[in-house]
C-alpha cells in the first residue's frame, strides 16, 4: 500500500462523506452521513479482507479489545450513537448505560495518557461479550481486527506492555485509518467540532443533557475539558 493509494483513498472518503454532508438541512441528516461513511468503511474492510486474502481471527464472543478502555471518537460520530441508542434502548437499558458510561468517566477522568493505555477496564457498551450498539459503534472500532486472538490476549493479560499489542494485517489497518480519517476531514471541513473525545465519557455527557449538542450546533466543542482523549504531552504524569 503506497502513500498514493492512501492518499487515494483517504480524499475519495472525505469526497463521499463532503457530498453527503453539503445535503444536510437538520440534525437527523448529520446522524445519517456518520451512518454512511460508517457503512462505506465496513464494505471497504469486506473488500480489504478478500482482497489482501486477510486471516481474521477475530470471534464472537470475544471482547478483548472492548476492554481496552482507551476509545477515541469524533463528536458527530458520538452524537449519531446518543441518537441510536434512544431509539433502540428501552428506558430501563438508557438509564442502565448513562450510569455505566458515568462510572466509566469518573474512573478515567484523572487519568494520564499513559496510565489510560494501560487500563483494562469493560466498554459500558458491551454487553455479555457483545457489544449492544454493534451498527452504531464509531469508525475506531470498525478499524480493529485481529490476525491472531493470542495477541489480543496478551495485551488483555499485560495490559502494561504495550508492545503485546498489534495483531492486524498492517496494509488493510492503513487503509481503514486513511480512509476513516478522510471521513472526519469532512466533518471537520463543514465546521464540526474537531476535537477527539473519549468516546464513553463523552456519551455519558450526550446522553445526560442537551447542552452538548447545543454547542456543537453553534460550532463549539461539544464535550467538556474532561471527556477529551487523553492527548501525547499527558503521558508522563
Ligand atoms: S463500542 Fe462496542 S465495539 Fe466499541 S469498544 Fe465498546 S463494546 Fe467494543
Known sequence: MTREDLLHLATAFRDAAAD???QVQQVADIHWATFRAHER???LEAQLFEGLAVKVDCKAGC???CHLAKI???AHEIFALAAWITEHFSA???AALVERTKAHAEAVAGLTLS???RTVRACPMLRDSKCSVH???PGVCRIGHSTD???CQRAYENPDDLTARGGHNPDLKASMTAAADGSTFAFIEAGMDRTTYDLSSALHEALSSTEPMHRWLEGGQAFSDSAKAKQEHQREG
Open 72 to 74: 477515541d471518537a469524533r
Open 41 to 43: 468503511l465496513d464494505n
Open 92 to 94: 430501563e437499558e438508557r
Open 135 to 137: 451498527p452504531a459503534r
Open 20 to 22: 453527503d454532508l453539503a
Open 115 to 117: 496510565q489510560h493505555l
Open 149 to 151: 486472538v493470542s495477541t
Open 63 to 65: 471482547a478483548a479489545c
